[in-house]
Structure formats: C-alpha cells, structure tokens
C-alpha cells in the first residue's frame, strides 16, 4: 500500500485554532526492527479500545487495555518483525464506537535509546552530554522552558570512520499544530566543541536535519540537537539517529525500468561518492531505496519504458518514446536538450522528477519542434491535483509541486525537443533531473476530503455500527488530461464481510455524492482498509482509478501545513450497535424549485438511552439546502427537517439520506466522542414550480387600500388549491382579508393590501409570493413572482376636487 509522507516550506505566521484529535500521537514515537515496544496512546474520548489497524505490515499488536486515565490514554505492546519496513508507519486505534485519526509510528534499524534527561538542562553542555554507542536511535525531547533546550549525545569514532546523523522531528507529525517548535538543528561537534558540520533544511528532507562526516582522527565527538530557532515547544519529541551508515542525500539516475537491474550512483557520502546496484521492482511507481542501515529511504521512479542519460554534448536522441530523459544539469544557463519523436492526434504526459528525489534543481522544461523555436508547451511548477494529490486543500504545498508537469499534444508528425533549466539560473554537480514522457491515460480518482482539511470523523471517517449505517459524501477528480466525460459508478474493493456499500451513479460533470455503508446486525466488529474506484457506467471504456485520503499532521497558522499523510485507501470500522436510529418518512409529493418542505423523520431509541439526538445533512442535491442542525430533544421521537431548493436547483430524482448523532458528551465540531448513524437512502424528486406569478406594478395611499394584480402561469398541475401570501411587504402595509386562493384554472387573482396611516412613503421592490400547496399530505411552499408596491401620501380634498 502506498503511503507516502510529504514536507513543505515556510509558512505564514497567521494564527489559527487548533482542532480536537481523538489521538494525538503515540509514545514513544518509534521502536526498532525485532524489538517488542510499549506503547501509550494520548488523547480524548479513548475508552473501551477494542484493535489497532496499521496500514503497512510489519508491526503486531499483542497487549491493547485502558491506561491510567481510560479516557485519555491507551496502553499497547507492539511487537516489530525483524523485517518490518522502515520509517513510517500510519495507524489508527479502534474503540467500541469510534475510530481514531491517522497517527504514526517509526521504526528504525538501530537500537533505542530514550534520552537521560531527569530535568530540563542535565545534558545541555559538552560536560553533561550522554554518552551512546554508534548506530543507535535516541527517542528525544525538546524540553519546555523560557530558554533554548540543547541536547548533546557523546559518541566514539575512529579515525577516517563515518559519522552520520539523521533526525526525525517535523516528520513525526506530533505536534498537530505550531509554529516551528520542532524545526531542529543539529551540528557534529569535535572533542573541544569545534563545529565540524552543521545540518538544518536540506533538499532530502527539507526541514530535518541530516549530516555527516569522516573523523579526522580517533576520539570522542559530540552531537548537538535543538531548535533551528527557539520557539516555546509543546510536544516537542524527537529521534536522532547516531552511526557510521552511509546517508546517501541523492542517487542518480532518479529512477529507472521496471523490474531491471539499475546501476546509481550515490551522492552525498563524506567518504567519496560510489556506485550501487539497485533491483527495481516490477510494479511501476515510486520506490523506496534504502542503502544498508540508513534510517530513511532515498525515493527512485520506477517506469514501464527505458531510460536515456545525457549525452556530454549536443542533443541526447531517443529514437522513441514513452521514454525517461535523465541527466545531471551542470550548464549555467544554457538548457540541455533532448529529442525524440511524435504524431499528431497523440496525447503525452510530460513530467519532470528532481525536487521529489531529492535534487536542489527547481526546474522547468519547453516543449518544440526542431524546426522552430517557438515553444509548444512551457511549463514551471505544477498543482497537486496534476500529481494524483486530489485531496489536498488549495494552501498545501509540497516539495514535488516544484517540479512541473504538462500535456503535450503534437501538432503535426515529426522531431521534437524538450529542454530543461533551472529557473533561477543556478547548476552544479547534484543537480539531476529525470524528464518521463508516457501516454496520457484517462484516470478519475475518489477522495474523502473534509473542507477544512482536518481529520474530522464527522465528514471523513467511515464508523459502521453494526446494524447501522453511515453516510458521507465521495468526491471524484480527474487525473491530468483524462479525456472521460461518462456516468460514473463506485466499485468498493476490500469490505469486511457483512458490510455493503450502496452508490449512487454520477451523471456526468457530478463530482460529489452520498454514499453509504451498511453493517449486518451480526457483521464482526472490526477495521479494515478499502479502495473505492471510479468505473465507467456503461462499462464500454476503460479508466484508471485509485482511492485518495490526505491529513496534515502538523499544520501551521494559514493553513500551511509542514507534514502530510497521504494515503490511497480508506479505513472502514464496524462497532458496537447505536443505541438509536432514525427513519427518513418518503416525501409524498416534489421539493420545487424555489420551494421548501418538511421531512418528517422518527427516532427510534434502545434500551435505557433516552437522550436528544441531533439531525444534520452532509449531502443534498445542487441547489438544495437545509435549515442546519435539528436537535430532537430527550424524550421526543418525531420532527421535521426543513430543506430548501433555489430557482436554479437540479431537477431529477436523488437518493438523500440524514445523519444523527448523540449530544452527550463528545466534540460536535468533529463527531469525536459522539455515536453517529444515518436513515436508509430515501428518493427526493425536485422539480419545476407548480406555478410562476407575475405581479403587476401597484400604489397605495397612507390609510388607505388598495389592489395587486397577480397574473398566474400554471406549469404542472396540482390537486385542489392552493393559497397565496405577500412577502417583504414593507412596514405598514398588510394583505386585507384571508390569503387568496389559487385553483387549477385561475390566471389572474387580486390581492388586497392595505396601508397604514404611518406607512412610509416610497417606491418598494422585491415584493414576492409564497404559494401553499398541500399534496397526498406533504405541504410544499414555493416562493415565485417580484413585484413593485408604491408607498403615496394621502390627496388632499382641494387635491381631489380640482381633478
């Protein structure tokens, strides 16, 4: 399963609130490879923990029981296989009615050790530094105070051996919101506190620190860790690892075929550079590298077509494509140019791969042909979206984005040329780059994407209580150059037995819709992951598909977060029955447009629960809206749900479904803590007016009456009769008499009004009707017609008898 984890660069310093998390983060941070850890889980809302579903294998959970505070923290053993991958782990923690958001856990090739620090200050000298063996991990922490925490490690090296040190710190993601509290900085200092390296942002791992050295003579050398700049820290934990590994910070080539052998060569190593041997897998994609024991992987593309690497001089010549340019830019100015062939009518994707591997290059290409010098397709930089990245929010930024990406449709047969710089002028001897010309392919991909971009349960969890139903909106996006305009219908892969998924088709140009989930009363509780993929309706073409799911976990004021997750399947829980569910009453006759009506629904409560329970829509037709929350108070079981249509809603017939939630406790913003359900899908027709009113212009006198003419158009027809009432009349002025009544075959219908003596005089707009339809028992109001009413002082008597 992919999950990979993203940084990004600075930020603005605008504050902003920090959201509930039912997990906050997981202690310690990391454990070692074969080694058996403790674990607690900090957070809110963790009673009665029932499971822990990792997203990657590698990491067994053998113990799992409340902790000391049972709504509060979790206590667990994991047991880590030998072979566990590396790095990071995305988990989530099961309970009897919730699951939590997406924390992590690393795990890394070397011992642990915590640091020995009983007090703030105890190691933040050469004197004091604790004293660790090479090829360790030490699980750190940043101390709180009114003065920088630096924190020294002691470690012996021989002479001309490696000294290498990597730190996760941002990459932990437990600091969900900040402001640079745990940017560090580390230095590798010799035995009388010289600085031989210093290591802060860097075009690997953007905002952790990674260095190395080779000692210049036998002794002890010190490794120092604190904040880049001092900031009040707040969970500011930490992991150095200490040893001799070789920590390559580039490879070049950047990728290579898939399931061939590929020569790189390794760039970053104190101790000269050197050539490695890597076996690509068969699977195209991207491809976590680690060289020996280094503590993180270095990213290679692995593509179905071969490579091409610059020639030393003139045009690099691929006599076909797709194909994959690769080279090291080193020019200054000048772009180094590659060549290959294309027909018109065909469809490329062109995307450069530098800033994702690591490179410091921040290219752009051009597309020509070789017999002009007018560029076809230039491009710098590209969107998330472009990448496969869907879910995302539009403040995200990632180093990949730096990296540009475009279509490029040849205009006629023939040779073209592809030239790559770097846009602010600069060169040098790490700068690769790899240039993947392929087939543009038709992709739609699903994403559950909150709108505030918080891991909210509410709007992006799927928490199936047995019996029960959950409800949520699954939106679609195009990949790049996807050509597919068709209906489209959801496939669910990997549900757990007893679940069924009930989708809706997406007409064409829909994006958004509700999507449900249903648990069998005696479906086994449980989590799991599953993919929902886009398929053609009519199942005559084919598209490429693939789930989406992103969270920052450590976001910053203006919403500029420094660490994502992004995942590309969904987790999907069954817990224990609700105490309550609710029925959706079938709406007997249309919502029209620029109408309203009342959903009747019904709470049906179990056992002892007798509490409010509050209603609330995540999803209802364009056009449609609701009048917000409706709490149905303790006791009650009936209620009505007011929904609206605009003149401009579509019509047709929906399925909507309501979600309910208890009150009692937990977070309403997020749903943490809260037991949620929804009504079985129930149709909603929306359709044109009944009937459309033109007011005619009219006066009044101050204290007098007068008439509004309303000329009617009847569109459909509808049983029995109808009654009419002016709205936005100004203050003052009232219908004179019962609200009209319109039948079946009125066109016209006069309107008494009546003035009072203190009315205000003027001209008055915006005067509408409200029609009253009463069908098979549902009343549905609509509002229709605009008209004009002026306000007049009363004539005088010399006035009137001069006339």
């Known amino acids: 399963m992919l999950v990979r984890s993203l940084l990004v660069f600075a930020a603005t310093w605008v504050a902003c609130a920090e959201p509930l998390h039912m997990v906050e983060y997981v202690y310690p941070r990391g454990g070692s490879r074969g080694a058996t850890v403790q674990v607690t889980f900090n957070g809110r809302y963790l009673r009665d923990p029932r499971a822990v579903i990792f997203y990657r294998p590698g990491i067994h959970v053998t113990e799992l029981h409340p902790g000391d505070k049972p709504e509060e923290t979790v206590k667990a053993k994991f047991e880590i296989a030998a072979d566990c991958p590396l790095g990071e782990h995305v988990l989530r923690l099961r309970t009897a009615t919730g699951l939590s958001d997406a924390v992590t856990f690393w795990v890394s090739p070397f011992p642990k050790l915590p640091e020995f620090e009983k007090k703030a200050g105890e190691d933040d000298t050469l004197a004091?530094?604790?004293?660790?063996?090479?090829?360790?991990?030490?699980?750190?922490?940043?101390?709180p105070g009114n003065r920088m925490d630096v924190d020294y490690y002691a470690v012996a090296v021989k002479q001309d051996d490696r000294l290498s040190v990597e730190v996760e710190s941002v990459r932990l993601g437990t600091l969900h919101q900040g402001f640079g509290d745990n940017d560090l900085l580390a230095r590798i200092l010799d035995s009388a506190g010289k600085e031989l390296a210093r290591g802060g942002d860097n075009s690997l791992l953007v905002q952790d620190p990674v260095l190395s050295i080779v000692a210049p003579r036998t002794g002890v050398y010190f490794v120092e860790v604190k904040q880049e700049m001092y900031q009040a820290p707040r969970n500011t934990y930490y992991r150095v690892h200490i040893g001799n590994f070789v920590r390559p910070m580039l490879t070049f080539p950047l990728g290579g075929e898939a399931g061939k052998p590929l020569h790189v060569r390794i760039y970053g190593d104190p101790a000269g550079d050197r050539t490695e041997t890597v076996q690509l897998p068969s699977k195209p994609g991207d491809f976590e590298y680690f060289l020996g024991q280094v503590p993180s992987p270095n990213m290679l593309r692995v593509s179905p077509y071969p490579n091409v690497i610059k020639s030393d001089e003139g045009i690099t010549v691929a006599p076909a494509i797709p194909v994959a340019f690769n080279g090291i830019y080193n020019k200054g100015a000048a772009a180094d140019v590659f060549q290959f062939p294309a027909k018109k009518g065909e469809s490329w994707k062109v995307r450069v791969i530098a800033r994702t591997g690591g490179s410091p290059m921040d290219p752009r290409f051009w597309i020509r042909s070789t017999k002009s010098q007018k560029n076809i397709v230039a491009a710098d930089d590209s969107r998330m979206n472009d990448l496969g990245y869907v879910s995302n929010r539009g403040t995200w930024h990632i180093k990949d984005t730096l990296d540009p990406v475009a279509i490029f449709k040849p205009?006629?047969?023939?040779?073209y040329l592809v030239g790559i710089e770097d846009t602010r002028g600069k060169s040098g001897p790490d700068f690769a780059y790899r240039i993947e010309i392929e087939p543009v392919r038709d992709t739609v991909y699903t994403h559950i994407t909150s709108s505030d971009a918080y891991q909210m349960p509410k709007t992006t969890g799927m928490i199936v209580p047995q019996g029960g139903r959950w409800t949520m909106a699954v939106q679609l996006a195009a990949g790049l150059g996807n050509t597919f305009q068709g209906d489209i219908?959801?496939?669910?892969?990997?549900?757990?037995?007893?679940?069924?998924?009930?989708?809706?088709?997406?007409?064409?140009?829909?994006?958004?819709?509700?999507?449900?989930?249903?648990?069998?009363?005696?479906?086994?509780?449980?989590?799991?992951?599953?993919?929902l993929l886009a398929r053609p309706a009519d199942r005559i073409r084919t598209i490429h598909s693939e789930s989406r799911q992103a969270f920052h976990l450590f976001n910053r004021p203006g919403e500029r977060p420094w660490h994502y997750v992004f995942l590309n399947k969904y987790a999907l829980a069954v817990t224990d029955p609700a105490p309550f569910y609710v029925e959706l009453e079938k709406p007997a006759t249309p919502l029209t447009r620029s109408g309203e009506m009342m959903l009747r629904l019904k709470v049906v409560r179990h056992g002892e629960f007798q509490g409010p329970v509050e209603i609330f829509s995540d999803w209802l037709p364009s056009g449609v809206s609701s009048g917000g929350t409706l709490q149905v108070p303790a006791g009650k079981s009936e209620a009505l749900y007011r929904i609206q249509a605009n003149d401009k809603a579509a019509t047709g017939k929906f399925p909507i479904a309501l979600n309910a939630t208890t009150t009692t406790g937990g977070d309403a913003n997020s749903g943490i803590g809260r037991i949620r359900v929804s009504t079985p899908f129930t149709p909603l027709e929306v359709a044109e007016p009944y009937i459309s009113i033109q007011l005619k212009r009219a006066a009044v006198e101050r204290g007098g009456t007068a008439e509004i003419l309303a000329l009617v158009k009847h569109n459909r027809p509808f049983p029995g009769k109808a009654t009419l009432e002016l709205r936005r009349l100004p203050k003052g002025?009232?219908?004179?008499?019962?609200?009209?009544?319109?039948?079946?075959?009125?066109?016209?219908?006069?309107?008494?009004?009546?003035?009072?003596?203190?009315?205000?005089?003027?001209?008055?707009?915006?005067?509408?009707?409200?029609?009253?339809?009463?069908?098979?028992?549902?009343?549905?109001?609509?509002?229709?017609?605009?008209?004009?009413l002026r306000i007049d002082m009363p004539r005088t008597a010399s006035a009137v008898s001069a006339q």
Request: charged fraction near 25%.
């Open 128 to 143: 004091t530094a604790q004293r660790v063996p090479l090829n360790v991990t030490i699980d750190g922490h940043i101390d």
């Open 489 to 531: 219908e959801l496939e669910a892969k990997g549900l757990p037995r007893g679940v069924k998924m009930i989708a809706q088709k997406y007409p064409k140009g829909v994006t958004r819709m509700p999507v449900q989930f249903e648990a069998e009363p005696g479906a086994e509780q449980q989590a799991a992951w599953i993919e």
């Open 733 to 788: 002025v009232e219908m004179a008499g019962p609200a009209p009544i319109i039948r079946s075959r009125d066109l016209e219908i006069v309107i008494p009004v009546k003035a009072s003596a203190d009315a205000l005089a003027g001209l008055y707009k915006d005067i509408f009707c409200e029609v009253t339809i009463t069908e098979n028992g549902q009343t549905v109001k609509q509002q229709t017609g605009s008209g004009v």
């Open 411 to 415: 205009p006629a047969d023939g040779d």
